[in-house]
């Protein structure tokens, strides 16, 4: 029941350098406005990320409007075979970009992800690690994709255009986060600085000459 006005505000007074607005789909009011808070945010600068949850009542009402003002935009398969009715997680990624959307991540749980832009394709698989509860990994991948992104000091266009080795250490936290996230019960128990530098040193080369481009 978070109010479109509420978040407008906190945007105009936070001035932030990146908008997350999850769980699109569930959010009863800002389903209807999300292409007047993303225009927001993006007018005043923010880099936009928007992640999705499966929908209930009327769907995801004006996310299709909305996906112009996205500069990352996350789901997982199962997400995105819905929104695109493609079950190809990279035909479905292509349906996304065609929106206009800048990078277009689509995680697949311990099938990796895809990762897709304008100049990049890429197939990532997963770090490998005991998976005891997958709450929270969506939003631990996003938090940690986006803390990587106002690190690697990318702007939208940046981000829309970045080749595979820009995108790597993005990739490769957001990954580990979600890893993280999953490793233990509840949805912030196992993430922590430390636990994603710690998958990170430990398989990220080997997580990313899995890598695959198409």
């Known amino acids: 029941m978070l109010s479109p006005g509420h978040v407008l505000r906190i945007i105009e007074e936070a001035r932030p350098r990146a908008f997350y607005q999850g769980t699109v789909g569930g959010m009863r009011l800002i389903d209807r406005s999300l292409d007047e808070v993303l225009d927001k945010a993006r007018g005043l ?10 929908p209930h009542e009327r769907g995801w009402r004006r996310l299709e409007e909305a996906l112009p003002l996205a500069d990352v935009f996350h789901c997982n398969d199962r997400e995105g075979a819905a929104l695109t009715g493609e079950d190809d997680p990279l035909v479905a990624s292509e349906r ?42 969506g939003d631990a991948f996003c938090a940690s994709v986006i803390g990587a992104i106002l690190d690697s000091g990318m702007d939208r266009e940046d981000l829309a255009h970045a080749p595979r080795n820009a995108l790597r250490n993005i990739l490769l936290d957001g990954a580990a986060a979600r890893a993280a996230c999953v490793s233990a019960p509840g949805a ?3 993430v922590s600085r430390e636990a994603v530098d710690g998958l990170i040193a430990e398989q990220g080369d080997l997580v990313w000459k899995g890598a695959e481009s198409l």
């Open 45 to 54: 600068g923010c880099v936009n990320a928007v992640d999705v949850v499966m």
């Open 96 to 137: 996304i970009l065609h929106k206009s959307v800048g990078l277009c991540l689509i995680t697949m749980g311990p099938r990796g992800l895809v990762a897709a832009n304008g100049e990049t394709r890429l197939r990532m698989p997963a770090f490998k690690v005991d998976a005891m509860d997958p709450t929270g990994a």
């Open 188 to 190: 912030t128990t196992a």
